[in-house]
């Protein structure tokens, strides 16, 4: 395997069926914050992903905080939204973190200002996530910038990307993916997978079109603790699927952190048997302290090394 390869790629590369997880930065400048997270998560994930301002809300930066919790043993992947920075800003970050031995980035547009606490707040979009993908691709591959300066050390960079198989209308959303992968995006992380049937169907047409073949997939998880916070999801978060009988079992359990534990588990041990899921990418939003016990109690514990 290529020493250029981030650890996430080569386990990705032998055949592993990967775990990552996430981490969000805190509102301050706490780094132990940051490596008390880390700590709990170390020998249970193949990569980390550190959200940048997500919902639109300041943090830490990313990279900042993927550096720290980097230090503590994580193999990290940072975020690089396209919705605070322009293309000058996006290409210095990506080649700071990469300094800092950062090598795996998730490009996304970034929730609209909107969503979070500060909505008069102008907006940047000089690029799109496609365009994203496909300038840190130049960077890593040609060893160019946008504006065609060639660099005489380029970035390492493993490159990924967002899906959602529930957003509407779906042709177009395929579509979207397509150029993702056309534009370099090695692997595809996806949104929350709570209607199995539909996540099914996607995977139906992502093997129909060969997408499988040409990126590495991972089916997003997110483990609800709450009715309340399906409810949440169902109404207000744009491109998730939540059924109803979903929601109506939550209501009915006596335990609705353990339900939702298990509610995860049952569903990583029906994507594992998907052919061309490649892995999961948990999304403990605010419970990174149940990653641990998913993961062990889903039968992902220990983690495969690599040489």
Sequence with gaps: MSESMSLLQKKLEAGHFVVCSELGPPIGANVEFIRKKARKLVGYVDGVNVTD?????????????????????LEMIIQATTRDRNRIGLQSDLLGASS?????????TGDHQSFGMDPGSKNVFDLDSVQLIRAVYDMVHKGVLLNGKEMKVPPKMFIGAAANPFGDP????????????????QFIQTQAIYNLDKFEY?????????IHEKTYIMAGILPAKSVKALRMMKTDVAGMDVPDSLIERMEKCEDPEEEGVRVAIEIIERVKKIEGVRGIHLMPVGWEKITPEIIERAGLYPRPEVE
């Excluded at 301002?53 to 503590?72: K, P």
């Excluded at 800092?100 to 996304?108: A, F, K, P, S, Y």
Aim: charged share 25%.
């Design 202 to 210: 996607w995977m139906e047409e992502v093997r129909k079109r060969g």
């Design 170 to 185: 779906f042709e177009m959303q395929m579509m979207k993916v397509e150029k993702k992968i056309e534009a370099g995006a």
């Design 53 to 73: 301002n997500q919902t639109a809300i300041v943090r830490m930066s990313s990279i900042v905080a993927a550096h720290f919790a980097r230090e503590e043993g």
């Design 100 to 108: 800092l031995g950062l090598n795996n980035v998730l490009c996304l």
